[in-house]
C-alpha cells in the first residue's frame, strides 16, 4: 500500500530499498555511456550503452515511451539544457556532453544525470560542470527530516549567486518527487528560500537536478517537441541525483557509495537503509 502526505507520496523502507536498486541500476548505465563518451561517438551510440546496462539488470528504462520520448536517455549537448533526443549526431573534441537516465526495478523509479566532456574539454565548459555538480551536492547536503524543501533550493542558489562566475540558473524545469512513477510531487526548484515549500519526511524521495547557464538561462523547446536549448546558444549543463533522508541521515539512491563520501565532506550524517 502506498501512503501518502499532502498529496506526496511516502516510501516505506523496503521500498526505498527497491529504489536504492534502481539508483544502482542507473549509476552503472551512466558510467558505462560516459565512459564511452569520445569523439566520434554518436548519441545514439551512447543511448545503447545505457540500455544494454539497463536491460541486462533486468531493470525497465523509465524515460522509453514517456509521453512518447523515443529513447532510453536524454543526451544534451553544449547549448542543449535537458531532454535531448540521442541520434545521429556525432560528438566532436570539446563538446560538453549531459546524459540523463532513468530506471525501474519492482515498479520504483530512480533517476540521474551527469554532465561530462569530449576530451578534455574547455577550461570553462570543466569549471560550469563542476559548479553546476557542486550546487547539486549543497542542495542534497541541505535536506533534513523536519527541514523543507525550499531549504534545498535555497542551498543551490544561495552556492551559484556566491560563485565568483555569474551563471544563469534555469527555473523553468525543476527537480521533483520520484518513486512508484518518475515524476510527482512535490516540484524542487533550483532557486526559493529556505523554510518554504513541503516539509521532508521519512519516507520522501527527491531527484535534485539543478541546470546551469554559461550566459543568459531564457530557453526554448525545439521543434521535436523535446531538446531545451538556451536561447543566446551558452553552454548549458545538468546534474541529478535521487536522494532519500532517513532517520540516521541522507541516503543518495543514485549515487554507487550512497552519496558517503561527498556528504561526509559536507559534515553530513549519512543514512542508508539495508541494501
Known amino acids: 500500500m502506498l501512503r501518502r502526505r499532502s498529496g506526496i507520496e511516502l516510501k516505506s523502507p523496503e521500498q526505498l530499498v527497491s529504489m ?49 520520448f523515443p529513447a ?28 540523463d537516465c532513468g530506471a525501474i526495478v519492482d515498479g520504483w523509479h530512480g533517476d540521474s544525470a551527469v554532465t561530462v566532456q569530449v576530451g578534455s574539454g574547455s577550461e570553462s565548459a570543466r569549471a560550469l560542470s563542476e559548479s553546476t555538480r557542486l ?31 555569474p551563471y544563469g540558473i534555469v527555473e523553468e524545469y525543476t527537480g521533483h518527487g520520484i518513486g512508484s512513477a518518475m515524476h510527482q510531487p512535490p516540484d524542487v526548484p533550483n ?10 519526511v521519512p519516507g520522501m524521495a527527491l531527484a535534485i537536478e539543478p541546470m546551469l547557464t554559461a550566459g543568459d538561462p531564457a530557453n526554448s523547446v525545439l521543434d521535436d517537441d523535446w531538446t531545451v ?12 541525483h535521487t536522494i532519500t533522508v532517513t532517520e540516521h541521515g541522507v541516503w543518495v539512491l543514485t549515487s554507487p557509495d550512497g552519496g558517503e563520501a561527498m ?13
Open 191 to 200: 532557486l526559493g528560500r529556505a523554510g518554504k515549500g513541503p516539509k521532508i
Open 229 to 240: 536549448v538556451t536561447d543566446d546558444g551558452s553552454l548549458a549543463c545538468h546534474w541529478e
Open 20 to 68: 536504492r536498486r534502481a539508483g544502482l541500476v542507473v549509476a552503472a548505465a551512466l558510467q558505462a555511456a560516459a565512459s564511452a563518451v569520445k569523439p566520434g561517438v554518436s548519441t545514439t551510440e551512447l543511448d545503447a550503452v545505457a540500455a544494454s546496462v539497463i536491460r541486462s539488470s533486468g531493470a525497465t528504462p523509465s524515460f522509453l515511451g514517456y509521453h512518447g
Open 135 to 165: 550546487a547539486m551536492w549543497h542542495g542534497i547536503a541541505a535536506a533534513r527530516l523536519g527541514g523543507t524543501v525550499g531549504d534545498v533550493s535555497a542551498a543551490i542558489q544561495g552556492f551559484v549567486r556566491g560563485l565568483a562566475t
Open 72 to 99: 532510453v536517455t536524454c543526451i544534451s549537448v553544449d547549448a542543449e539544457i535537458v531532454h535531448g533526443i540521442p541520434g545521429s549526431r556525432v560528438l566532436a573534441e570539446g563538446d560538453s556532453v549531459s546524459i
Open 263 to 275: 556528504l561526509s565532506e559536507f559534515g553530513v550524517p549519512f543514512g542508508p537503509l539495508a541494501d
